[in-house]
């Protein structure tokens, strides 16, 4: 059973950092890295858009709203997904998501993330 657990949000001022992390479970290393996963993000009111992703590929993919001051990376021997999200803005208020592309799409709890002006 794939599991993904999020951490790391919380309430930060405007031009802060946070990091985030996904633990994912219920799959093998090699699977982990070289399967597509990413970060989405859904504030209220609003649909859940993709912020930063991995393709199977390993490529990333970027929101342009976030381009710059966001970085995706993941630790292929933890299994954990991360997001380093620095200059920190209101608009990026939402609870932010973990996915990863499995035989489904798999989904963490979410982690609130607020900014404050």
């Known amino acids: 059973q794939v599991q993904l657990v999020e951490s790391g949000g919380g309430l930060v001022q405007a031009g802060g950092s946070l990091r985030l992390s996904c633990a994912v479970s219920g799959v093998s290393g090699i699977i982990f890295s070289i399967n597509a996963m990413g970060w989405y993000r859904q504030a209220p009111g609003k649909q859940r858009e993709l912020v930063a992703q991995?393709?199977?590929?390993?490529?990333?993919n970027y929101a342009d709203s976030v381009k710059g001051r966001f970085t995706i990376s993941r630790d292929n021997a933890k299994k954990t997904l991360y997001l380093q999200m620095n200059s920190l803005k209101p608009e990026d208020t939402a609870v932010y998501y973990c996915?990863?592309?499995?035989?489904?799409?798999?989904w963490g709890q979410g982690t609130q993330v607020t900014v404050s002006s």
């Open positions: 996915n990863f592309v499995g035989s489904r799409w798999y």
């Open positions: 991995f393709t199977s590929g390993g490529s990333t």
